[in-house]
């Protein structure tokens, strides 16, 4: 059974920094499509991020030039580095790990998420 477990998160001030992490097991990181998003109070939840196997990142234009993914499949693990944080930043911040199996089979897994909350 995959299990995703997110850390990093905290307060922190505006313009301020975090570096969040996603640590996968029960399978290897390199078979899945990665993501992060976030869910403010009372909003939906929304895609921050996404890195492909092959390394390929895209971001949302509300977090553009600040954020930053990237994986190490050596270590299971995704990170989430955000700079300049603003207030409105303030959310749980979810990991999500996607696939096809070869017989078509979409697997798709949540972790728990970590609250960032930017404030002075």
């Known amino acids: 059974q995959v299990q995703i477990v997110e850390s990093g998160g905290g307060l922190v001030q505006p313009g301020g920094s975090l570096r969040l992490s996603c640590a996968v097991s029960g399978s290897a990181l390199s078979l899945f499509v990665m993501y992060w998003y976030r869910q403010a109070p009372g909003k939906q939840r929304e895609q921050v991020a996404r890195v492909t196997r092959g390394d390929l990142t895209t971001y949302e234009e509300f977090v553009e030039g600040r954020i930053a993914i990237s994986r190490d499949n050596a270590k299971n693990t995704v990170y989430l580095q955000m700079n300049n944080l603003k207030p409105e930043d303030t959310a749980i911040y979810f990991c999500?790990?996607?696939?096809?199996?070869?017989?078509?089979?979409?697997?798709?897994?949540w972790g728990q998420g970590t609250q960032v909350t930017v404030s002075s």
């Open positions: 999500r790990a996607k696939r096809i199996t070869g017989l078509g089979k979409e697997l798709d897994y």
